[in-house]
Structures are given as C-alpha cells and as structure tokens.
C-alpha cells in the first residue's frame, strides 16, 4: 500500500508553471526527509529535490532555480513548484522519503511539457 499519493501533473507548454502535490498517510514530520523524483520513459529514477529536516534544500542542476520544495506539515502534504518549465521536464514525477524507501512509492504523477 502505497504511503504517498501524488496529484496535479498534466500537460504544460514550454516555459509554463505546473505545482505537484503529494498527500502522506503518515504525519510529514516524522518521515524525516522527503524528496521528489522523475523517471522519464527508457530512464532511471532521478531525484530532482530534497527537502531536509533542517528545512534546507537540494536540486538537481537540471531543475535548479527553477523548481522550489516545500511541505505543509499541517496537510501532511510535499509540493514542488516548477516553473519555467522545459520539454526534457517530462516524466512521472514521485515522491518519497529520502533516501527512498521501497515501500512509499506511489503511483506517480504525469507531466507533460509541449508545445
């Protein structure tokens, strides 16, 4: 059963925002660090953001200044703000704690950026 529940992909034109969401069943707060991933078709997972306890962050060189990370404790819920987006962004995007756990992948969440 997966323990995260990803929401609010969809397709995007080039340079257009997109905000994706993940709902936890657990309380966000004590998974510790949570981060976002994407696999785009024929590739491996990636990891595109981490949000840490400390509340700092990390992002992957291809999305950094673009995407943003951040959690709503109150929602047990992780964001990722994407803007600017690019075609090469399309993937399924996940989320997960980090390091990532086998048992919370979700089913993922499509988003599609085109012209």
Known sequence: QAEFVES???WAQPGASLRIS???TE???TLGQVAWYRQAPGTGRDTVAVLRTTGSTYYAPFVEGRFTISK???KNAVHLQ???LQPDDTAVY???KFPPRERYWGQGIQVTVSS
């Open 22 to 24: 993940c709902a936890s």
């Open 8 to 10: 609010g992909g969809g």
């Open 94 to 96: 996940f989320c997960n």
């Open 72 to 74: 709503d404790a109150a």
């Open 82 to 84: 994407m803007n600017n």
């Open 27 to 29: 309380n966000i707060v």
